[in-house]
Nanobody, 114 residues
């Protein structure tokens, strides 16, 4: 079974940093699009960043220059390094994998910036 487990969230002050992890299992991690999405209270889910199938990253304008995604294929784990955090980055962060016609989601990890 496909499983995605996020970790690394927490509460930080404005300007701080966090690194989120997404541990994947049940599929060949390196072959698929892997994405970070966030959802703030009362708002719709917002795309944050994607690892394209060719290994190149794409970022939303709101995080470009502050966030960076990386992955360790040997560990089947994707990371989201978040720097210069702002209060508007407060949200539940989810990782997702696009496999075939389906998007699989993790349970999310909360990031709170004050």
């Amino acid at each position: 079974d496909v499983q995605l487990v996020e970790s690394g969230g927490g509460a930080v002050e404005t300007g701080g940093s966090l690194r989120l992890s997404c541990a994947a299992s049940g599929f060949t991690f390196s072959n698929y699009y892997m994405t970070w999405v966030r959802q703030a209270p009362g708002k719709e889910r917002e795309w944050v960043a994607t690892f394209n199938s060719d290994g190149t990253p794409s970022y939303a304008d709101s995080v470009k220059g502050r966030f960076a995604i990386s992955k360790d294929n040997a560990k089947n784990t994707m990371y989201l390094e978040m720097n210069t955090l702002k209060p508007e980055d407060t949200a539940m962060y989810y990782c997702a994998a696009d496999i075939g016609s389906r998007r699989y989601w993790g349970q999310g990890t909360q990031v709170t910036v004050s």
